[in-house]
């Protein structure tokens, strides 16, 4: 074939700069560290890269959110810790109170102390954390939840539960509304409470009782009166008997799937109520137990109306005591969650990391053997040039 | 012996004749477009003698050109193509090179936006963490318009480059017709082919087909007509039809390619197919405008999913939230040979049915058609057009007013103005909506163990929304509403009241209330920030097939997948066209050697010429010798 002159230099340069624009690449390629210099070097990869890219931030703000979850739910736990050690001096105290070794001055200091563990549980109950928020007011994070007015405690915040994404398609609670944990606490047994009617003239203390036959029970209001010292009737709220029997002081008195004892001597025309139990706060619950020890006890007719009064306080802080352990068993539930949502999380990064590193990142030792390579083929071509571009027959001439 | 120096002399002069010529071609050896060059020789008519025909010398017949008129065209046709997908692909690149690096295109700015939104959730009263989102919703906005304004400049550049190539091309036109005159004008007088002037009219329609893809035909005369797109004449011997660019009737920025031929003019911009204009139009066709609507359709499902969540959350005034962004809405462009006063109003109905496309929506005097632009497959629509029916198709809403005109047309593009629009519109940390507007309780007094969800927004829009209602039960079985009705209890149902859903577990007993009211002082309410949160991955696009980030995802994908496709293909175009120009050369190109040969041959023949010329005047010295004795 014939070669025109010109071919040869535009072959040349052609080749040459072919080879430097490879050579670029592998050069930009090298110092970026990155197999894809733009998307048009692999469309596929690039994409891929963003979505990696964005899982690997998400995940990381996930393990954020987690940690302030994680830290909420401790300052949590530290307050139920708190609450529960109160709660747990508060039956001690209520246990000796009920001692018949007991004076009315001795249950006097022991109300004294009440008292103050009362205070201790609401400043708990308006605990804020670092940032200034009320641990215990459901979204109303900038009420005071616990205020104390004339008729007793009003809760101001709600029930409302913030959650926390801590994973992709997983949401934690990050607290527990006040309401929950010291207002909402069912009195009595949980289920029904009873009471000795203030104005009973005997000595008949009334127990907490129990639900024997829950598929029997009909939840009203019930009386058990005693028509004599002996003999008691128990009517529903609508006046209708329900039973009736003969009282012996210890005996079981049970009806409608519920069962209690009376013990001590009820007066003719004494009577005890047996009620659904209704919601009662931690605060009133200590309130009601310190006001109890501080009524003097003149007679014995006084004395059961302070075992009465004893009784259903330590069956309400015992339901306290359960409600507050019952939290914090929720609240280590979450903890533990956000744990192994975390070890999870990390599993996840670490994966989206090396795939996003074998997507993007650039292999040194194949990039520096190709650049080696290019390197040798371009001064090949350059000295190739020179050699090829010197031979003339004119020279000859 | 007369004839004996006739001979020499036809002889001397043909060899000097091939001498000027091969130092010609020497001459020329860089000159783009030349060709090479060839004397032929013919021998003499020999004179008869009765004993036979003596030969007398040598002459030129003709200075030929090497040059094969179907190698030429091949070169052309590679070149042509090769220009096209070399303008292509450089535009390409520089998209490309714009989406090219992973932190600085949209994915961050989105991600950043989400995870200060996360942070808002973690701590919604917290003013720092709702700065940080505003500032994150302001870089997002940012993020956008820069995108949106590279591909702004490149499709400024685009008009520039269309304008350049037309100005190129009528220049070039002008060139070739003046040469056509010339070469008419000396064929005629010589009777032989004036080369050079035929090597320059080739390289002008060489240089021709780079700008645009071209057709030739030569005349007798010798002057050739050239002809672009589909079929036009750009130049007919010494005349020539002009193109002209001039504005979209739709869009006055977008410039179109006009012929102004003898029959008026014509838009060609779509014939014109190969060479750098034909590349630069297929670019803002296939990468440029589809680029822009597709991030025009993530601002547009960004900013419309995002506000509608926004709207259904209380900020922590209380307030019901209102728009966070703002996006550019659709745009309906009149046709400039409109002469109905129609007006068209467009909006995105359905985030999850919006394509990428434009749309062209024309009347024939009774109906509306619509079709894609650069399509005449026409699109169902359901609806009549008037504001209370409007046409729907493709997630658009379409509204015609009154006073179109038969032929009547109008350019629709939901999406090409969004991006440019897109804005962040809160400047106050408090106006974030991260709580929900209301917040469903259950009564103290309740004493059924019956729970109540948090309540959820099913219909903003609901005028009882931030009323407060009672869910009170007659019965373990019956609930009553705000005092009224008796609806059977079903466990863990749906129950809406006010646009508010709730949903009631477990066991309730007569006389136990649940609320729902205003979520008054819920400043530490999350709800609505996780559901805005849950946006980022929620499937809105493509039928619910992609997410925003997806979105994007896709646009990046698909600039990369072009411009890869591109390079490729220009690599392969690049050695079709060497491969033409190695064969071009190899016949009509310069070869010095080869040059330095015919020099040698020449030079030697012309010697032996003038030697000749010496035998001759040494016998006419040895005549004259033989008489002066």
């Given at each position: 074939?014939?070669?025109?002159?010109?071919?040869?230099?535009?072959?040349?340069?052609?080749?040459?700069?072919?080879?430097?624009s490879t050579l670029s690449r592998t050069q930009q390629q090298i110092s970026s560290g990155r197999r894809i210099v733009s998307p048009s070097d692999d469309p596929v990869g690039a994409a891929h890269v963003l979505e990696l890219t964005r899982g690997l931030e998400e995940t990381g703000q996930y393990q954020r959110n987690g940690e302030i979850a994680r830290n909420r739910l401790s300052l949590e736990e530290e307050s139920l810790i708190g609450v529960g050690n109160i709660l747990q001096r508060a039956r001690e105290l209520a246990l000796q109170a009920n001692n018949a070794s007991q004076s009315d001055e001795t249950r006097g200091f022991m109300a004294v102390e009440l008292r103050e563990m009362q205070e201790q549980l609401v400043q708990i109950a308006n605990t804020r954390d670092a940032?200034?928020?009320?641990?215990?007011?459901?979204?109303?994070?900038?009420?005071?939840?616990?205020?104390?007015?004339?008729?007793?405690?009003?809760?101001?915040?709600?029930?409302?539960?913030?959650?926390?994404?801590?994973?992709?398609?997983?949401?934690?609670?990050?607290?527990?509304?006040?309401?929950?944990?010291?207002?909402?606490?069912?009195?009595?047994?949980?289920?029904?409470?009873?009471?000795?009617?203030?104005?009973?003239?005997?000595?008949?203390?009334?127990?907490?009782?129990?639900?024997?036959?829950?598929?029997?029970?009909?939840?009203?209001?019930?009386?058990?009166?005693?028509?004599?010292?002996?003999?008691?009737?128990?009517?529903?709220?609508?006046?209708?008997?329900?039973?009736?029997?003969?009282?012996?002081?210890?005996?079981?008195?049970?009806?409608?799937?519920?069962?209690?004892?009376?013990?001590?001597?009820?007066?003719?025309?004494?009577?005890?109520?047996?009620?659904?139990?209704?919601?009662?706060?931690?605060?009133?619950?200590?309130?009601?137990?310190?006001?109890?020890?501080?009524?003097?006890?003149?007679?014995?007719?006084?004395?059961?109306?302070?075992?009465?009064?004893?009784?259903?306080?330590?069956?309400?802080?015992?339901?306290?005591?359960?409600?507050?352990?019952?939290?914090?068993?929720?609240?280590?539930?979450?903890?533990?969650?956000?744990?192994?949502?975390?070890?999870?999380?990390?599993?996840?990064?670490?994966?989206?990391?090396?795939?996003?590193?074998?997507?993007?990142?650039?292999?040194?030792?194949?990039?520096?053997?190709?650049?080696?390579?290019?390197?040798?083929?371009?001064?090949?071509?350059?000295?190739?040039?020179?050699?090829?571009?010197?031979?003339?027959?004119?020279?000859?001439? | 012996?007369?004839?004996?120096?006739?001979?020499?002399?036809?002889?001397?002069?043909?060899?000097?004749?091939?001498?000027?010529?091969?130092?010609?071609?020497?001459?020329?050896?860089?000159?783009?477009?030349?060709?090479?060059?060839?004397?032929?020789?013919?021998?003499?008519?020999?004179?008869?003698?009765?004993?036979?025909?003596?030969?007398?010398?040598?002459?030129?017949?003709?200075?030929?050109?090497?040059?094969?008129?179907?190698?030429?065209?091949?070169?052309?046709?590679?070149?042509?193509?090769?220009?096209?997908?070399?303008?292509?692909?450089?535009?390409?690149?520089?998209?490309?090179?714009?989406?090219?690096?992973?932190?600085?295109?949209?994915?961050?700015?989105?991600?950043?936006?989400?995870?200060?939104?996360?942070?808002?959730?973690?701590?919604?009263?917290?003013?720092?963490?709702?700065?940080?989102?505003?500032?994150?919703?302001?870089?997002?906005?940012?993020?956008?318009?820069?995108?949106?304004?590279?591909?702004?400049?490149?499709?400024?550049?685009?008009?520039?480059?269309?304008?350049?190539?037309?100005?190129?091309?009528?220049?070039?036109?002008?060139?070739?017709?003046?040469?056509?005159?010339?070469?008419?004008?000396?064929?005629?007088?010589?009777?032989?082919?004036?080369?050079?002037?035929?090597?320059?009219?080739?390289?002008?329609?060489?240089?021709?087909?780079?700008?645009?893809?071209?057709?030739?035909?030569?005349?007798?005369?010798?002057?050739?007509?050239?002809?672009?797109?589909?079929?036009?004449?750009?130049?007919?011997?010494?005349?020539?039809?002009?193109?002209?660019?001039?504005?979209?009737?739709?869009?006055?920025?977008?410039?179109?390619?006009?012929?102004?031929?003898?029959?008026?003019?014509?838009?060609?911009?779509?014939?014109?197919?190969?060479?750098?204009?034909?590349?630069?139009?297929?670019?803002?066709?296939?990468?440029?405008?589809?680029?822009?609507?597709?991030?025009?359709?993530?601002?547009?499902?960004?900013?419309?999913?995002?506000?509608?969540?926004?709207?259904?959350?209380?900020?922590?005034?209380?307030?019901?939230?209102?728009?966070?962004?703002?996006?550019?809405?659709?745009?309906?462009?009149?046709?400039?040979?409109?002469?109905?006063?129609?007006?068209?109003?467009?909006?995105?109905?359905?985030?999850?049915?919006?394509?990428?496309?434009?749309?062209?929506?024309?009347?024939?005097?009774?109906?509306?058609?619509?079709?894609?632009?650069?399509?005449?497959?026409?699109?169902?629509?359901?609806?009549?057009?008037?504001?209370?029916?409007?046409?729907?198709?493709?997630?658009?809403?379409?509204?015609?007013?009154?006073?179109?005109?038969?032929?009547?047309?109008?350019?629709?593009?939901?999406?090409?103005?969004?991006?440019?629009?897109?804005?962040?519109?809160?400047?106050?940390?408090?106006?974030?909506?991260?709580?929900?507007?209301v917040r469903a309780e259950a009564a103290t007094a309740n004493l059924g163990d019956a729970t109540i969800s948090a309540g959820a927004v099913i219909d903003v829009n609901d005028p009882g929304l931030l009323s407060p209602a009672t869910i009170q039960f007659i019965d373990p079985s019956t609930y009553s509403i705000n005092g009224a009705g008796a609806f059977a209890y079903t466990p863990g149902a749906d129950i809406d009241i006010n646009g508010v859903r709730v949903q009631i577990d477990g066991s309730p007993l007569a006389g136990d209330t649940f609320t729902i009211a205003a979520n008054a002082g819920g400043v530490g309410d999350n709800r609505n920030a996780l559901l805005l949160g849950s946006l980022q991955s929620a499937s809105i696009l493509d039928g619910g097939t992609a997410s925003?980030?997806?979105?994007?995802?896709?646009?990046?994908?698909?600039?990369?997948?072009?411009?890869?496709?591109?390079?490729?293909?220009?690599?392969?175009?690049?050695?079709?066209?060497?491969?033409?120009?190695?064969?071009?050369?190899?016949?009509?190109?310069?070869?010095?050697?080869?040059?330095?040969?015919?020099?040698?041959?020449?030079?030697?023949?012309?010697?032996?010429?003038?030697?000749?010329?010496?035998?001759?005047?040494?016998?006419?010295?040895?005549?004259?010798?033989?008489?002066?004795?």
């Amino acid at each position: 074939m014939r070669i025109a002159t010109s071919t040869f230099l535009r072959q040349g340069i052609d080749a040459i700069q072919s080879l430097q624009s490879t050579l670029s690449r592998t050069q930009q390629q090298i110092s970026s560290g990155r197999r894809i210099v733009s998307p048009s070097d692999d469309p596929v990869g690039a994409a891929h890269v963003l979505e990696l890219t964005r899982g690997l931030e998400e995940t990381g703000q996930y393990q954020r959110n987690g940690e302030i979850a994680r830290n909420r739910l401790s300052l949590e736990e530290e307050s139920l810790i708190g609450v529960g050690n109160i709660l747990q001096r508060a039956r001690e105290l209520a246990l000796q109170a009920n001692n018949a070794s007991q004076s009315d001055e001795t249950r006097g200091f022991m109300a004294v102390e009440l008292r103050e563990m009362q205070e201790q549980l609401v400043q708990i109950a308006n605990t804020r954390d670092a940032a200034g928020q009320y641990l215990f007011a459901g979204y109303q994070s900038r009420t005071e939840p616990f205020v104390r007015n004339a008729s007793g405690f009003q809760y101001l915040g709600d029930q409302g539960q913030r959650l926390v994404q801590i994973g992709e398609g997983r949401q934690v609670a990050d607290g527990d509304p006040g309401s929950e944990v010291f207002q909402m606490i069912r009195i009595g047994n949980g289920v029904f409470s009873t009471d000795a009617n203030a104005a009973n003239t005997g000595t008949g203390v009334i127990s907490t009782g129990s639900v024997i036959d829950p598929t029997a029970l009909v939840p009203d209001t019930y009386a058990v009166n005693f028509v004599t010292p002996t003999d008691y009737e128990v009517r529903d709220s609508g006046g209708g008997l329900v039973a009736s029997g003969v009282y012996a002081d210890g005996d079981a008195i049970s009806f409608n799937g519920m069962q209690l004892e009376i013990s001590g001597q009820p007066a003719m025309g004494d009577s005890f109520t047996v009620a659904p139990a209704i919601n009662q706060d931690m605060f009133t619950t200590l309130e009601n137990l310190a006001t109890a020890l501080e009524t003097p006890t003149l007679n014995d007719t006084g004395r059961a109306h302070l075992h009465n009064d004893i009784n259903d306080g330590l069956a309400n802080l015992d339901r306290a005591i359960g409600q507050v352990l019952e939290i914090r068993t929720r609240v280590g539930t979450r903890l533990s969650t956000i744990e192994s949502q975390r070890d999870m999380n990390e599993g996840i990064e670490l994966q989206l990391a090396q795939t996003l590193s074998a997507v993007q990142d650039l292999d040194y030792a194949e990039a520096l053997t190709s650049l080696n390579q290019q390197l040798a083929v371009l001064e090949a071509a350059q000295q190739t040039f020179v050699r090829v571009q010197g031979l003339s027959l004119f020279d000859t001439l | 012996m007369a004839d004996i120096l006739t001979t020499s002399v036809s002889g001397l002069l043909a060899f000097q004749r091939a001498l000027a010529t091969t130092g010609h071609n020497i001459a020329n050896a860089n000159t783009d477009g030349y060709s090479r060059q060839r004397v032929e020789f013919t021998a003499r008519p020999p004179q008869g003698f009765g004993n036979g025909f003596i030969g007398s010398g040598t002459q030129i017949r003709t200075v030929q050109r090497s040059f094969d008129a179907f190698i030429a065209g091949e070169v052309l046709l590679a070149g042509t193509a090769h220009s096209r997908l070399d303008s292509f692909h450089n535009l390409a690149t520089r998209m490309d090179n714009m989406l090219a690096d992973p932190t600085a295109g949209l994915t961050p700015s989105l991600q950043g936006f989400f995870n200060a939104l996360q942070d808002v959730a973690d701590d919604p009263s917290s003013i720092p963490a709702r700065e940080a989102l505003l500032g994150q919703a302001e870089s997002l906005a940012a993020r956008f318009h820069s995108l949106d304004q590279g591909f702004v400049e490149l499709d400024k550049e685009v008009n520039a480059r269309i304008t350049e190539s037309v100005a190129k091309i009528n220049s070039l036109a002008d060139a070739i017709a003046e040469l056509n005159k010339e070469i008419v004008r000396l064929q005629g007088a010589v009777g032989q082919p004036p080369n050079d002037l035929l090597d320059q009219r080739d390289l002008l329609i060489r240089q021709l087909s780079e700008d645009v893809e071209v057709n030739t035909l030569v005349q007798d005369d010798g002057s050739m007509n050239v002809f672009i797109g589909s079929g036009q004449t750009l130049v007919i011997g010494g005349e020539v039809n002009r193109l002209e660019t001039a504005p979209n009737e739709f869009e006055p920025t977008r410039l179109e390619v006009v012929y102004a031929g003898t029959s008026g003019n014509t838009i060609v911009t779509e014939s014109l197919n190969g060479g750098t204009i034909g590349g630069v139009i297929d670019f803002r066709r296939e990468m440029l405008e589809p680029a822009r609507n597709a991030l025009g359709r993530v601002a547009v499902a960004v900013a419309d999913s995002f506000n509608a969540q926004h709207r259904e959350g209380m900020n922590l005034d209380g307030q019901m939230g209102a728009d966070f962004f703002a996006v550019g809405a659709p745009s309906a462009l009149p046709s400039a040979s409109n002469t109905g006063t129609a007006a068209i109003s467009v909006s995105v109905q359905d985030i999850s049915a919006l394509t990428t496309a434009d749309y062209e929506l024309s009347f024939d005097g009774a109906a509306y058609t619509l079709t894609r632009a650069g399509s005449s497959i026409a699109i169902p629509m359901s609806g009549s057009g008037s504001a209370a029916d409007p046409f729907v198709a493709e997630g658009l809403s379409i509204v015609v007013g009154a006073g179109a005109a038969a032929g009547d047309s109008f350019l629709l593009r939901p999406t090409r103005p969004a991006a440019s629009g897109f804005a962040a519109l809160l400047n106050d940390p408090d106006a974030i909506a991260a709580a929900a507007p209301v917040r469903a309780e259950a009564a103290t007094a309740n004493l059924g163990d019956a729970t109540i969800s948090a309540g959820a927004v099913i219909d903003v829009n609901d005028p009882g929304l931030l009323s407060p209602a009672t869910i009170q039960f007659i019965d373990p079985s019956t609930y009553s509403i705000n005092g009224a009705g008796a609806f059977a209890y079903t466990p863990g149902a749906d129950i809406d009241i006010n646009g508010v859903r709730v949903q009631i577990d477990g066991s309730p007993l007569a006389g136990d209330t649940f609320t729902i009211a205003a979520n008054a002082g819920g400043v530490g309410d999350n709800r609505n920030a996780l559901l805005l949160g849950s946006l980022q991955s929620a499937s809105i696009l493509d039928g619910g097939t992609a997410s925003f980030q997806d979105g994007y995802g896709r646009l990046v994908a698909q600039v990369g997948t072009t411009t890869q496709r591109a390079g490729i293909n220009l690599e392969a175009q690049s050695s079709v066209l060497a491969n033409a120009q190695l064969s071009y050369e190899s016949v009509s190109g310069v070869n010095l050697d080869e040059e330095a040969a015919n020099l040698l041959r020449y030079q030697q023949s012309y010697q032996a010429m003038a030697q000749m010329v010496g035998v001759v005047d040494s016998l006419f010295q040895t005549l004259l010798g033989a008489f002066s004795r």
